[in-house]
């Protein structure tokens, strides 16, 4: 069974840093798309960054320069460097597994908030 948990959300004064962290339980990264993404209310969800089985990267162009996708094999765990935070990048963030190109299920975490607020 797939879990995920967020951890490293709050609130942070624009132009500050914070470091999202998803442990990851019950996938092996190879065979799984690791992403985040966000959401604010009345809004749909949107993708901010991925990171495929080989180490490639993708970011959304709101966030490019900022914020950067990484993962530590050994600790099973997904991070997402976020720099120079902006008030529009508040939002919940969420950590993803999709694994369907393999068979496997698509999978959410929890979410934890961001709030960019002086």
């Known amino acids: 069974q797939v879990r995920l948990v967020e951890s490293g959300g709050g609130l942070v004064q624009p132009g500050g840093s914070l470091r999202l962290s998803c442990a990851a339980s019950g996938i092996i990264f190879s065979n799984y798309v690791m992403g985040w993404y966000r959401q604010v209310p009345g809004k749909q969800r949107e993708l901010v960054a991925t990171i495929n089985g080989g180490g490639s990267t993708n970011y959304a162009d709101s966030v490019k320069g900022r914020f950067t996708i990484s993962r530590d094999k050994a600790k099973n765990t997904v991070y997402l460097q976020m720099e120079r935070l902006k008030p529009e990048d508040t939002a919940v963030y969420y950590c993803?597994?999709?694994?369907?190109?393999?068979?496997?299920?698509?999978?959410w975490g929890q979410g934890t908030q961001v709030t960019v607020s002086s």
């Open positions: 993803n597994a999709d694994g369907r190109r393999w068979g496997n299920m698509n999978s």
